[in-house]
């Protein structure tokens, strides 16, 4: 199994402009977050779902937009990037809910926004 | 509001030394506990969890104890090797999709 992957590594954007990051998981699992990670802090949730077709908000949801039309994927959208959007992000999996199970993580996007 | 801390930014030790990783929250109402360990360039693995109906849970070299009187918590390495230098995260899984991590605390690994 691949596990948790996403697609791109790296992306350099210029602000205003949008892009869709994507998250794949090939373990079957029903939840699926996004998570951005600034120097020197933790990870913070910014969407999540709980199966295919659902989505919610998690902590720092402003300026995304999310979408699991497929339970293997979810995709997280920036319509009109923006400096303050220049992190990496990690998309994770579970089984169940975070409280039942542990997240599987994939290996991060790093952006930069200019 | 509500939040999950480490005590320390960063922690140095000899290898073979144990390695004690503090972390303190503030709800009361959190009762699962998970500790993360994430290397240079990769996303957060997991290391071990705790429920509140717990105090002590062990893994692999690994021991996490949980005091609810003082709402903190520690993860304990034994032995550490150079392979457990790594940022480590406390997080509070207090509800669905709801994962509150903690700022993080860098191990190094002297050797």
């Known amino acids: 199994n691949a596990g948790v992957t996403q697609t791109p590594k790296f992306r350099v954007l210029k602000t205003g402009q949008s892009m869709t990051l994507l998250c794949a998981q090939d373990?079957?699992?029903?939840?699926m977050y996004w998570y951005r990670q600034d120097p020197g802090m933790g990870l913070r949730l910014i969407h999540y779902?709980?199966?295919?077709?659902?989505?919610a908000k998690g902590e720092v949801p402003d300026g995304y937009n999310v979408s699991r039309l497929k339970k293997q994927n979810f995709l997280l959208g920036l319509e009109s990037a923006a400096p303050s959007q220049t992190s990496v992000y990690f998309c994770?999996?579970?089984?169940?809910?975070?409280?039942?199970?542990?997240?599987?993580f994939g290996p991060g996007t790093r952006l930069t926004v200019l | 509001g509500e939040s999950v801390g480490l005590h320390l930014p960063t922690l140095s030790v000899q290898e073979g030394d144990n390695s004690i990783i503090n972390c303190a929250y503030s709800?009361?109402?959190?009762?699962?506990f998970i500790w993360y360990k994430q290397e240079s360039g990769k996303g957060p693995q997991f290391i071990i969890d705790?429920?509140?109906?717990?105090d002590k849970r062990q893994g692999q070299r690994v021991t996490v104890l949980l005091n609810k009187t003082v709402k903190h918590l520690s993860l304990q390495i034994a032995a550490t090797q150079p392979g457990d230098s790594a940022v480590y995260f406390c997080?509070?899984?207090?509800?669905?999709?709801?994962?509150?991590f903690g700022q993080g605390t860098t191990l190094q690994v002297k050797p």
């Open positions: 994770a999996s579970s089984i169940l809910g975070p409280r039942d199970n542990e997240q599987f």
């Open positions: 373990m079957n699992h029903e939840y």
């Open positions: 779902s709980v199966g295919e077709g659902t989505t």
């Open positions: 709800n009361s109402a959190s009762d699962y």
């Open positions: 705790i429920r509140s109906n717990m």
């Open positions: 997080a509070d899984g207090r509800g669905t999709g709801k994962l509150i």
